[in-house]
């Protein structure tokens, strides 16, 4: 009979008959083998406990809530996996965590709250358990979270308070088929000088926007159309995430901010109000109920086939871009949020990555972790993509799987991965939403031309200036 082999072809020793007998005869004498960690034997003190974790409700969660019951399975941890609507998720979460009831466990935070939260001192850093071998994984990989985002909305003064579970960003959204439609593009590029394909620059989206803005009657596509067609969908509402996106897939690539490095408000600086003019003038290419358009509008018009682009929320195009989703499925592309071409400066996007945190008040701390570390855990979130047929990756090795890599949906997912590098979580600032109420209003005026730039800028410095200065936590 032939010896087995190392793994190099060369014929391993016959074993040692002594030693064998030895060995089975007197265990003790040898130290134990190591065995591969596992969520039960890490769950085994723990496994009679129940938790209550809340979270938003998304396609995402909701199909994350099918394989919960995997996680109960194995580890013999209860879990109550609660799905609410994005704003009762922050408003139930956020007083249960400030009163100290500890009706939840684990909350989902967006990053604006961590202001507010990290203030208070409601939050338990997760850093200890982490380090504890018998809880983490050996195999959990923190290198392969998608940073910034992970550090910006995760770390404060040396501590972490989540792994990053939903990566949330924007990504610039269009009609794939009139972009490669012949006739436009020959006569974008004679109006234009260059080539008309999805837009990297912020300057090219406006071209766009201005040569797809048609008439009823005038031909679009070799078609005529019914009724008219719009160059450019943005978010308009006076609230949601109007300012968020104003703020970062503009303001920041003009290189300002509303913040200066003292965290004292700089609404008023002049980076900020060529930003905003650039982006209200945007609107007179756009429908006329711009205004009312919120982050679920968006995507819906633009799945109606009423626009020829559009900066989205990307996890909503999954729902669009599918069979049964849009009559335009399949001829939807995608790209990063784009760049401002006269600014050289560090290039932003709007993201939002949100996390889960413990609560200071549970008391369950170790089997909410444990929970936690599964949610974000690379073959969760595999078996997420593969239940769902599509996903958000928090990692970047779920880029290279092929759910994603091989999708009909690839360059949806090259978009994320590309607005993802270059957005960051919301800073430190525990009156954030009241700041998010006044800006959003004011940018509005400005989009519906009730208000310049410079004067909504101007009167948001002194509102902003009258609820904090400074306004960011000290880091």
């Known amino acids: ?10 014929t391993l020793a016959a074993p040692n008959p002594l030693v064998v007998g030895l060995a089975i005869a007197l265990p003790w004498l040898w130290p134990a083998t190591s065995h591969a960690w596992s969520y039960k034997e890490a769950a085994a003190p723990y496994a009679v406990q129940s938790i209550t974790v809340l979270d938003e409700v998304t396609p995402l969660q909701e199909t994350m809530q099918k394989l919960v019951p995997q996680f109960e399975e194995e580890t013999g941890i209860e879990v109550d996996y609660q799905l609410l609507n994005h704003f009762e998720v922050i408003n139930r979460g956020q007083a249960d965590l400030l009163s100290g009831r500890g009706e939840y466990d684990a909350i989902m935070v967006h990053s604006p709250q961590m202001g507010l939260l990290l203030d208070a001192g409601v939050l338990r850093p997760i850093d200890d358990l982490i380090a504890n071998a018998e809880l983490t994984s050996p195999d959990v990989d923190l290198g392969d979270l998608i940073q910034p985002s992970w550090d910006t909305v995760a770390k404060y003064q040396g501590e972490t308070y989540g792994f990053l579970t939903w990566a949330y ?12 439609h012949p006739e436009e593009q020959a006569a974008f590029k004679a109006k234009y000088g260059y080539d008309l394909a999805p837009a990297e620059t912020l300057q090219q989206m406006r071209d766009i926007a201005e040569f797809f803005t048609r008439a009823k009657g005038e031909q679009l596509a070799g078609q005529t159309l019914e009724s ?22 503009f303001v920041r690539n003009w290189g300002g901010d509303i913040f200066d490095e003292d965290g004292s408000p700089s609404v008023d600086r002049p980076e900020n109000v060529a930003a905003i003019e650039f982006w209200g003038d945007l609107w007179k290419f756009g429908p006329p109920g711009m205004a009312e358009a919120s982050l679920i509008d968006v995507p819906t018009l633009m799945g109606q086939g009423v626009t020829a682009q559009a900066l989205a929320w990307s996890d909503f195009g999954l729902g669009i871009d599918r069979e049964g989703g849009s009559p335009y499925a399949g001829k939807f592309v995608y790209a990063p949020s784009p760049a401002n071409a006269d600014y050289g400066g560090p290039r932003s996007a709007e ?20 929970f936690l570390q599964w949610m974000a855990d690379r073959n969760t979130q595999l078996a997420l993509a593969e239940e769902l047929g599509a996903g958000v990756p928090n990692r970047y090795s779920l880029f290279e799987a092929p759910i994603f890599k091989d999708s009909r949906l690839a360059s949806l997912y090259a978009a994320m991965r590309g607005s993802l590098e270059y957005g960051e979580a919301k800073p430190r600032v525990p009156q954030i939403y009241e700041i998010n109420d006044v800006l959003a209003a004011l940018v509005q005026q400005v989009g519906l031309g009730q208000l310049t730039a410079e004067q909504a800028m101007a009167q948001g410095q002194n509102e902003v200036l009258s609820i904090c200065d400074p306004c960011t936590l000290s880091e």
């Open 1 to 10: 009979m032939r010896r087995p082999c190392d793994a190099t072809g060369r």
């Open 169 to 180: 960003n924007t990504v610039y959204w269009a009609r794939g088929d009139l972009l490669a």
């Open 228 to 249: 008219d067609f719009y160059g450019i969908l943005l978010e308009g509402i006076k609230g949601g995430t109007t300012w968020w996106t104003v703020w970062n897939s």
């Open 351 to 370: 993201l939002e990555p949100s996390i889960l945190i413990i609560a200071q008040s549970s008391d369950a701390p170790e089997a909410t972790y444990l």
